[in-house]
């Protein structure tokens, strides 16, 4: 994803974001492996961003995570913004692959669900006083990316659904619940790769201004160029 040689290394620990209602918490998914909550490696950027890289037999995978500071949609005061650039590259064939966000820990008064848009996959989540809200590219926008062919295998682009999908689809988002949203992705060959960007944000609930799920619509280059910006 990025050269480590210069990059400072930090004591391991799992990838989470730590909000208002609750934690979120990541989960990557290779064939019928879950990978454990600790990655193999950890490096700390300068501007406070972390490298997380797991080892496995089949791939080699990467997160680039920590807040980025983006303008609000409509120039109202900011809200923080944390971003996740997962990549992973194939050493052999990967038979599927499950990338999943979800805001742990609720407090009993939170409720949500799936928030999507066009091109955008949501859920967000709020009580009396928060929003919180996780998104991502909705099959519309994978089934384009795909297509480019630069943050993924270009044959996935006739993978992927561009219509509503059924459970029974292998590539879709789904929902496992109200506060929870998961990538089902096809499978990797051997020297390919996958790159897909998740957001977290929130602010304070105001059914106007829902700057927390605009703020999670940012494009992956946006994200990654944020995320390893020179420290000012």
């Given at each position: 994803m990025l050269p480590t040689d210069r990059l400072t290394q930090a004591d391991r620990r799992p990838a989470v974001i730590d909000t208002p209602l609750g934690t979120v918490e990541f989960s990557v998914t290779l064939a019928a492996d879950v990978l454990p909550a600790?990655?193999?490696t950890l490096w700390r950027l300068a501007n406070?961003?972390?490298?997380?890289r797991w080892q496995h037999r089949t791939a080699t995978?990467?997160?680039l995570l920590g807040g980025i500071d983006v303008k609000p949609w409509d120039g109202g005061a900011p809200v923080?913004?944390?971003?996740?650039?997962?990549q992973v590259q194939a050493c052999a064939e990967v038979s599927g692959l499950i990338v999943s966000a979800?805001?742990?820990d609720l407090p009993a008064d939170a409720y949500g669900g799936q928030d999507s848009a066009e091109c955008l996959a949501a859920v967000s989540v709020?009580?009396?006083?928060?929003?919180?809200?996780?998104?991502?590219?909705?099959?519309?926008?994978?089934?384009m990316q795909a297509a480019d062919g630069r943050l993924m295998p270009s044959r996935w682009a006739h993978l992927v659904p561009t219509g509503v999908a059924d459970t029974t689809t292998e590539c879709v988002v789904r929902y496992p619940d109200s506060a929870s949203i998961a990538w089902h992705l096809p499978?990797?060959?051997a020297g390919e790769a996958a790159r897909l960007c998740i957001a977290c944000?929130?602010?304070?609930r105001d059914d106007e201004r829902p700057a927390a799920w605009y703020a999670v619509d940012i494009p992956l280059d946006t994200a990654y160029l944020h995320l390893v910006a020179e420290p000012t």
């Open positions: 600790e990655s193999n406070g961003s972390h490298l997380h995978v990467d997160l923080p913004v944390w971003a996740g650039i997962w979800a805001l742990t709020e009580n009396e006083h928060f929003m919180v809200s996780i998104g991502g590219p909705d099959a519309e926008l994978l089934a499978g990797l060959a944000a929130w602010c304070p």
